[in-house]
């Protein structure tokens, strides 16, 4: 079992700065993926970012990429998302979840691969 509870959200200008943090609890931390996805109302949630168990490989949606940073300190049982430059279309609950089952060499950007999930923290941009 895994437990994952994210902060840091809140309202920010368009052009601004947010940080995301996730901290989990239960298995060991560094055994995991982990990931960041994001949902609006009336669509589907979306893959945002992941990073592999030791933080050696990170993989960005095309949307957030040279905007977004997804980090991890393994000491600390966190997962953070770095967010430059927010838009109003980056407006969304930002969840964070766990993929405890996946395979070692490979961070999904599937929804599906991941087995535990945040209680989600909201982001707002304004224009």
């Known amino acids: 079992q895994v437990q994952l509870v994210e902060s840091g959200g809140g309202l920010v200008q368009a052009g601004g700065s947010l940080r995301l943090s996730c901290t989990a609890s239960?298995?060991?931390?560094?055994?995991?993926?982990m990931g960041w996805f994001r949902q609006v109302p009336g669509k589907e949630r979306e893959f945002v970012a992941g990073i592999s168990r030791n933080g050696g490989w990170t993989l960005y949606a095309d949307s957030v990429k040279g905007r977004f940073t997804i980090s991890r300190d393994n000491a600390k049982n966190t997962v953070y998302l770095q967010m430059n430059i927010l838009k109003p279309e980056d407006t969304a609950v930002y969840y964070c979840?766990?993929?405890?089952?996946?395979?070692?060499?490979?961070?999904?950007?599937?929804?599906?691969?991941?087995?535990?999930w945040g209680q989600g923290t909201q982001v707002t941009v304004s224009s």
């Open positions: 979840a766990a993929d405890v089952a996946g395979s070692p060499s490979y961070v999904a950007r599937d929804l599906d691969a991941y087995d535990y």
């Open positions: 239960g298995r060991t931390f560094s055994t995991y993926h």
